[in-house]
């Protein structure tokens, strides 16, 4: 079953412009991480962020997650074409005799240029 | 550094044939983990591995399938007899730590007919 729902399901955006997707999750956990996947190839890791932090950067990447709301977003900045891809948001359950990684429905983003 | 690596990348097969995948993690990962990719249910974690110890394998959808781990640095999973719905593009990943980021092999495309 999955965890996360992401918000938007697709995005189309111009290079240079920014890139936001949501991602909401149900249960408590311990960690999330956003991945990435080109067309046709496996999943990338893209930045981890622990449920005790709020933000996290990375490069381009800026991350928050707010455990209140069970949602965090990913905000891509100054888009390239080369960031065209779908990106998941997974949430990490972790504890006794449970080691899960659930991964959202994903975006699939889109850059012209 | 060779990352995952997962055999066969392509493979089509009829109906209730055996269907053999296999994965080489990276070398010095005691975590490894299936996942299977499709449309309709995303990615869904089949099995998880621990030190080559089976710890949850709750998402294994049925007796058909079946995952081993004879050592640190192979896994296999096994689907017997393959059915339709098992059409599906099967990733391995690997991990030195359960609750960090994995490094996912590029898949294997399984078609059955």
């Known amino acids: 079953s999955q965890q996360g729902e992401e918000d938007p399901q697709a995005l189309s955006i111009q290079e240079g412009e920014n890139a936001t997707m949501n991602c909401s999750y149900k249960?408590?956990?311990?960690?999330l991480q956003w991945y990435r996947q080109n067309s046709g190839r496996g999943l990338v890791h893209l930045i981890l962020i622990r449920s005790n932090e709020r933000e996290k950067h990375s490069g381009r990447l800026r991350v928050t997650l707010d455990t209140s709301k069970k949602s965090s977003s990913l905000l891509i900045t100054a888009s390239r074409a080369a960031d065209t891809a779908s990106y998941f948001c997974?949430?990490?359950?972790?504890?006794?005799?449970?080691?899960?990684?659930?991964f959202g429905t994903g975006t699939l983003l889109a850059v012209q240029p | 550094d060779a990352g995952v690596i997962q055999s066969p990348r392509h493979e089509v097969t009829e109906m209730g044939q055996e269907v053999t995948l296999r994965c080489k993690p990276i070398s010095g990962h005691n975590s490894l983990f299936w996942y299977r990719q499709t449309m309709m249910r995303g990615l869904e974690l089949l099995i998880y591995?621990?030190?080559?110890?089976?710890?949850?394998d709750s998402g294994m959808p049925e007796d058909r399938f079946s995952a081993k781990m004879p050592n640190a640095s192979f896994s296999t999973l096994k689907i017997q007899p393959s059915e339709p719905r098992d059409s599906a593009v099967y990733f391995c990943?690997?991990?030195?730590?359960?609750?960090?980021?994995?490094?996912f092999g590029e898949g294997s495309r399984l078609t059955v007919l």
């Open positions: 997974a949430t990490g359950v972790y504890g006794g005799a449970t080691n899960k990684l659930i």
């Open positions: 591995f621990n030190n080559n110890v089976p710890i949850d």
């Open positions: 249960t408590s956990i311990n960690n």
């Open positions: 990943a690997s991990s030195p730590d359960p609750a960090g980021e994995l490094f």
